[in-house]
């Protein structure tokens, strides 16, 4: 199918079932496991492997058809913990098994991520450390039948619905530096424990755990990707595609909350001022041009393969997000509307949603800003 045609199949078929099963669902914003019932919906309106090539059941899609389907399941659904389970679902499947996986992994996972009928997780980050080889202390032997692994992972996200988790361990060590290897392991692995479900303030009900490796036993197999290569080839690259993908969530999220304003306004019967509507002007003009910047950044992603330019892109994305948050809880002030459940939510979604890995972006600005001021800049 020709991208324009699955992107008018993503308007109607998204739309039609974040109206139908997400709007207005305020008890899922409650819940720190994600609704079994939402997920098997999703499985049999088929929403599940947009970027999976055809012949293992998905739609062929692109990253832009991906931050559409993102972007509309929060403008029209205002739930943005169900767009980012969705979300890791789909940028797993497509950057890390259809990118990375062997045929055999391929052959065997993707036709069951396309029906949804399984999930992964990807398995970085380390309690307080985030996921920089330099603090990562999970690691993995080479044994004959395969790898043992041990350590201890959290803020997984689908953890807790996970059936494979894609584990990120250390398998060397060279003057300081540390290498990097991905290998998959199934929940049930032996000397692999999943944690109690997490209970974030925010992003509710996107699931998240912790998982904690004692001699985690994975066959030569489960390797994913080349041995030594996951920090360069998946950690990083896959937190680029990460902030990129979920500009579509959040500016769908953007979406909704001008929707809710103009509702507790109408419903107020409140008379605005020239000062004000220019405001919500000003506003509507932003959140248009964030879509267009989140789709732009997608489509980025698909015209390079390796190290997509999207960096300036996701950062002044973030920025930007900050600042227009600001002035809508501004006007959400000033209309008393900050008692409205669901546009509230969706407040503290967003800026959950941009603060995910802040520092790291913090340390890429700072970078840029060095490099900037670096003597060999020539231009
Ligand atoms: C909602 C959410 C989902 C995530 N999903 C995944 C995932 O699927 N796989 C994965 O490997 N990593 C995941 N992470 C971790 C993330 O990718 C970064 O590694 C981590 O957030 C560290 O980045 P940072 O230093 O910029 O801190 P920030 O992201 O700015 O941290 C924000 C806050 O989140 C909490 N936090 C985040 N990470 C940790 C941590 N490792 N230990 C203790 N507290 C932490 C702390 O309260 C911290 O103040 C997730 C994090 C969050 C918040």
């Not at 998905?58 to 972007?71: E, F, K, R, T």
């Not at 739930?79 to 497509?94: P, R």
């Not at 997000?321 to 900050?338: L, P």
């Not at 890429?364 to 001021?373: H, P």
Request: proline share 4%; hydrophobic share 40%; aromatic share 6%.
């Amino acid at each position: 199918m020709k991208n324009i045609l699955i992107y008018n199949k993503i308007e109607k078929e998204f739309a039609g079932f974040a109206i139908n099963e997400i709007e207005g669902h305020d008890e899922f914003h409650q819940m720190i496991q994600f609704p079994a019932e939402i997920w098997q919906k999703m499985a049999d309106q088929r929403l599940f492997g947009i970027g999976i090539n055809k012949k293992f059941g998905g739609w062929n899609g692109d990253s832009q058809a991906i931050a559409l389907a993102g972007h509309i399941l929060t403008s029209h659904g205002g739930n943005m913990g169900v767009a980012m389970t969705w979300m890791m679902h789909e940028i797993i499947s497509k950057w890390l098994i259809s990118k990375y996986g062997s045929r055999k992994q391929q052959k065997e996972l993707l036709p069951r991520l396309s029906r949804g009928e399984i999930t992964i997780s990807l398995a970085a980050s380390e309690p307080n450390t985030g996921a920089h080889p330099k603090y990562m202390r999970t690691a993995a032997e080479i044994t004959d039948a395969g790898y043992r692994i041990n350590g201890e992972k959290t803020y997984l996200t689908n953890g807790p619905l996970a059936d494979f988790f894609i584990i990120i361990a250390v398998t060397a060590e060279i003057s300081d530096q540390k290498e990097l290897s991905a290998f998959i392991a199934p929940k049930d692995a032996p000397g692999l424990s999943v944690t109690d479900a997490m209970n974030l303030s925010i992003l509710k009900p996107s699931p998240h755990c912790g998982i904690i490796l004692k001699d985690c036993i994975v066959g030569k197999d489960n390797l994913l990707g080349a041995f030594g290569d996951a920090h360069e080839k998946i950690v990083k690259p896959f937190r680029e595609i990460e902030d990129t993908m979920m500009m579509g969530p959040i500016s769908g999220g953007i979406y909704y909350q001008l929707l809710q304003l103009r509702r507790i306004i109408t419903k107020q019967n409140l008379k605005l001022d020239a000062d004000m509507i220019l405001e919500l002007g000003s506003l509507q003009c932003e959140a248009d041009a964030l879509h267009a910047l989140a789709m732009v950044a997608a489509e980025r992603i698909d015209h390079h393969r390796d190290n997509p330019p999207v960096g300036p892109l996701t950062l002044f994305f973030r920025k930007q997000v900050s600042d227009f948050q600001d002035r809508m809880i501004n006007i959400i002030v000033k209309i008393s509307g900050e008692t409205d459940s669901r546009l509230m939510s969706m407040v503290k979604d967003i800026a959950g949603g941009i603060r995910i890995a802040s520092n790291v972006s913090k340390l890429k600005v700072q970078r840029i800003g060095e490099s900037f001021m670096s003597p060999v800049r020539s231009t």
